[in-house]
């Protein structure tokens, strides 16, 4: 695991899956994936994405605008829809983002899976998996000596994040370590209200996004044709970057999954 340096945290947030359950399009899980930078290195990472851009363009013809997502990349849709790529292409697109992240020392990121069995749908099961994604991120500023986190998140459900989060700075609570219940933990370090950006705008929303779906993908396996393009184990080619410290994962588990069941 490679060191998260203290300071100021951006940390970007996208989701894969919903939050219904047993409706005939529901998906199984909802996943959100986190991207965490320090913004003193924000720029040049940007730099270095954009350059990875380039050679995406030259080699798969991806225009430097076009949103990519993971979905996108799975189906062939959205904006690779007219550049009818092979499935190999494809798998070739998703593992380089994920090895983008993996390669750049400042690059960081984390999952929180929560698998649906009906306990938690809607409203419920959405404030559940952000809560688990906030208390995972004031755990880790405090660590790292009390290093401000701002949120940075897709566009879609931006006054329930923005209500979560105001909360959370007040009444967050975590797991006593003796078993004995919750002690209060607010997120005092959170700074500002999250902030809501359209993925199309936003690379480091859509590397989150990549985040997501890998981590989803680790805990429950496509099909034999998905598998083709996101194999299970997608997710541990992030390796160094896995922000390790949020889970205590045993031996054979995934590192930087955070896993609930919903």
Request: glycine share 6%; aromatic share 10%.
């Amino acid at each position: 695991m490679r060191n998260l340096d203290p300071g100021h945290l951006l940390s970007y947030v996208d989701e894969s899956g919903d939050t219904g359950y047993g409706q005939q399009k529901s998906s199984t899980t909802y996943t959100l994936g986190c991207v965490v930078i320090n913004s003193a290195h924000w720029g040049g990472v940007l730099d270095e994405y954009v350059e990875f851009r380039r050679r995406l363009k030259a080699k798969f013809r991806i225009p430097m605008r076009a949103e990519l997502k993971a979905n996108f990349v799975l189906r062939g849709t959205g904006s690779l829809k007219e550049l009818n790529l092979s499935p190999a292409e494809r798998h070739l697109i998703f593992r380089s983002h994920v090895k983008f992240v993996a390669d750049n020392p400042y690059l960081h990121v984390f999952a929180v899976v929560a698998t649906k069995n009906g306990r938690l749908t809607g409203s419920k099961l959405f404030d559940e998996t952000w809560i688990r994604l906030f208390q995972r991120l004031e755990r880790t500023s405090d660590a790292l000596g009390a290093s401000t986190v701002q949120l940075i998140h897709d566009q879609g459900e931006d006054e329930s994040i923005r209500k979560l989060a105001r909360w959370s700075r007040r009444r967050l609570t975590a797991g006593s370590q003796t078993g004995s219940g919750l002690i209060a933990r607010p997120f005092k370090n959170l700074v500002e209200d999250p902030v809501a950006r359209d993925s199309r705008a936003s690379y480091f929303i859509q590397m989150a996004d990549f985040a997501a779906y890998a981590a989803y993908r680790r805990i429950h396996p496509g099909t034999e044709k998905v598998q083709q393009i996101v194999p299970q184990n997608s997710w541990d080619l992030y390796e160094e970057a896995l922000l390790a410290r949020v889970t205590s994962a045993r031996f054979g588990e995934p590192k930087a999954i955070v896993s609930l069941q919903a």
